[in-house]
């Protein structure tokens, strides 16, 4: 039986201290990269997109930089609003 390789690599995480760091930054690719495909899906230049955000293209490159995790709830709102989706959060 294989052991869950999840859960030990999570405990090594938490034991290194840098469980949230790793989180958040994962959470943050996965973010910009579902805003990137569906930009490419309307074909939506980054300069329609942040038009559409209401924002700065500088902002839109923040949010869709992976490495850049200093991100607003808002700001990612109005993303996916722009794309035409929600953000869907839970605690878990």
Not at 10 to 19: A, K, V
Not at 43 to 72: F, H
């Amino acid at each position: 039986m294989k052991k869950n390789i999840r859960s030990s690599f999570d405990s090594w995480l938490r034991e290194e201290g840098i469980y949230e760091e790793v989180t958040t930054a994962a959470i943050k690719r996965v973010l910009a990269g579902q805003l990137e495909a569906a930009m490419k899906q309307q074909k939506l230049s980054k300069a329609e997109m942040a038009r559409r955000m209401q924002s700065s293209r500088a902002a839109l490159d923040r949010l869709l930089d992976p490495e850049n995790d200093a991100v607003t709830s808002s700001t990612l709102r109005k993303a996916a609003i722009a794309v035409g989706r929600e953000i869907s959060l839970e605690l878990v």
